[in-house]
T-cell receptor
Framework: NAGVTQTPKFRILKIGQSMTLQCTQD?????MYWYRQDPGMGLKLIYY???????DKGEVPNGYNVSRSTTEDFPLRLELAAPSQTSVYFC????????????FGEGSRLTVL | AQTVTQSQPEMSVQEAETVTLSCTYD???????LFWYKQPPSRQMILVIR??????QNATENRFSVNFQKAAKSFSLKISDSQLGDAAMYFC????????????FGKGTLLTVNP
């Protein structure tokens, strides 16, 4: 079972560059999330989506954009990368009617130099 | 807004011993869910255990159990017979049961298991 798949796993960006973190899930989950994890800070919610065509901001959305054109895919776009965006990014999903248990991808480590 | 507090940034335990990780949360809701996630060095987030607030009985999964004190808003994780593979970062998380299924995470506790 693939579950939640994130790409790339590692990336180094220069300040001002842009990139997209890809996330896809094969569990037909309506709900998808992007979190960032900084050392000693736990996971912070960037954006989330409750279904195709619907997205909303989380705690730390500045500098990011998302789209949800299909149930399976939820890409995260970084525009004009800044050193403050150096982090580990996790995509996660869950199904409607569940208990809130999230299924996570393996994470993407992004470094902005 | 809900908050989740893990007051122990680091803990250590001897192999085969028992360790308890603490978590407190702040909420005005009466029905919610609480989770413990494990993150080993591989970075993968793994669900360890889940507790529904409406259930008075503490959840148990093999060597992992929780002490859920609803009135005190406390949700500690007990690991019995600790194994080297238990070494990881542990995150406590809260979900209010709302329709968006957003989880709020604590900052984590790094558990070291000494042989």
């Amino acid at each position: 079972n693939a579950g939640v798949t994130q790409t790339p796993k590692f990336r180094i960006l220069k300040i001002g560059q842009s990139m997209t973190l890809q996330c896809t899930q094969d569990m037909n989950h309506n709900y998808m999330y992007w979190y960032r994890q900084d050392p000693g800070m736990g996971l912070k919610l960037i954006y989330y989506s409750v279904g195709a065509g619907i997205t909303d901001k989380g705690e730390v959305p500045n500098g990011y954009n998302v789209s949800r054109s299909t149930t399976e895919d939820f890409p995260l776009r970084l525009e004009l990368a800044a050193p403050s965006q150096t982090s580990v990014y996790f995509c996660a999903s869950t199904g409607a009617g569940g208990t809130g248990e999230l299924f996570f991808g393996e994470g993407s480590r992004l470094t902005v130099l | 807004a809900q908050t989740v507090t893990q007051s122990q940034p680091e803990m250590s335990v001897q192999e085969a011993e028992t360790v308890t990780l603490s978590c407190t949360y702040d909420t005005s809701e009466s029905d919610y869910y609480l989770f413990w996630y494990k993150q080993p060095p591989s970075r993968q987030m793994i669900l360890v255990i889940r507790q529904e607030a409406y259930k008075q009985q503490n959840a148990t999964e093999n060597r992992f159990s929780v002490n859920f004190q609803k009135a005190a808003k406390s949700f500690s994780l007990k690991i019995s017979d600790s194994q080297l593979g238990d070494a990881a970062m542990y995150f406590c998380a809260y979900y209010s049961g709302g329709s968006n299924y957003k989880l709020t995470f604590g900052k984590g506790t790094l558990l070291t298991v000494n042989p």
